[in-house]
Structures are given as structure tokens and as C-alpha cells.
Nanobody, 124 residues
Framework: QVQLVESGGGLVQAGGSLRLSCAAS????????MGWFRQAPGKEREFVAA????????YYADSVKGRVTISRDNVKNMVYLQMNSLKPEDTAVYYC?????????????????WGQGTQVTVSS
């Protein structure tokens, strides 16, 4: 069974930075793409960033491009989301997810395992 556990969320002022981490269980972590999504209060969950199994491809939502970097460590079974220049509109619960394939993907339908989420709150 695959388990994903996010950490690193918290309260930060606008302009600040946070690094989210996602710890994944399972021996086959390195052969799957991984993604980060977020859900703000009253809104649907949306794509943030994704990375392929080998770190050769990554995608970002337009709303975070240039401010966010996704990375992974296949030895440690970890995925990270470095977020800089945070804005109040980045406030949301952030979820880590595992892709069904080796590829990075933007659509939720391409992911089969999800973490419980970590809260990020950006104050103005």
C-alpha cells in the first residue's frame, strides 16, 4: 500500500517562502510521476506542479510559474515543493499525489494515491 505524508505547511507572511515535503512509502516510488495540488476554501482542487519519474520533465500552473519549484529525491522517496514570493492567494491545503505512470501530469484523473494535505496560510 502506498502512503503519502505531506509536511512543511504553516503560516507565512506575503513575500515569504515555504518548502513542502512529501514522504512516500513503497519500493517503486522512483518509477512514478508525482504532483502537487491545492484546494483553497470554497474552491475546487487545482493543479500546482508535477514532475516525471526521472526528474526530466516538470510542469507548473501559470499561477505559480517562476515562484515554485518541484523536485524529488528517489533515494529518500521524497518530493518537495519550494514556494517563494508567496501571496495570500496561495493560501490552501496542499496535497501530494502519485501519478499512475512515469509521466508528470496536470489532471487529477492521472493520479491514484493522495496524501492528507498540509495547510499553507499566507497573510497579507
Amino acid at each position: 500500500q502506498v502512503q503519502l505524508v505531506e509536511s512543511g505547511g504553516g503560516l507565512v507572511q506575503a513575500g515569504g517562502s515555504l518548502r513542502l515535503s512529501c514522504a512516500a512509502s513503497g519500493r517503486t516510488f522512483s518509477v512514478y510521476g508525482m504532483g502537487w495540488f491545492r484546494q483553497a476554501p470554497g474552491k475546487e482542487r487545482e493543479f500546482v506542479a508535477a514532475i516525471s519519474w526521472s526528474d526530466s520533465n516538470s510542469y507548473y500552473a501559470d499561477s505559480v510559474k517562476g515562484r515554485v519549484t518541484i523536485s524529488r529525491d528517489n533515494v529518500k522517496n521524497m518530493v518537495y515543493l519550494q514556494m517563494n514570493s508567496l501571496k495570500p492567494e496561495d493560501t490552501a491545503v496542499y496535497y501530494c499525489a502519485r501519478s499512475k505512470t512515469i509521466a508528470a501530469a496536470r489532471s487529477e484523473s492521472n493520479y491514484d494515491y493522495w496524501g492528507q494535505g498540509t495547510q499553507v496560510t499566507v497573510s497579507s
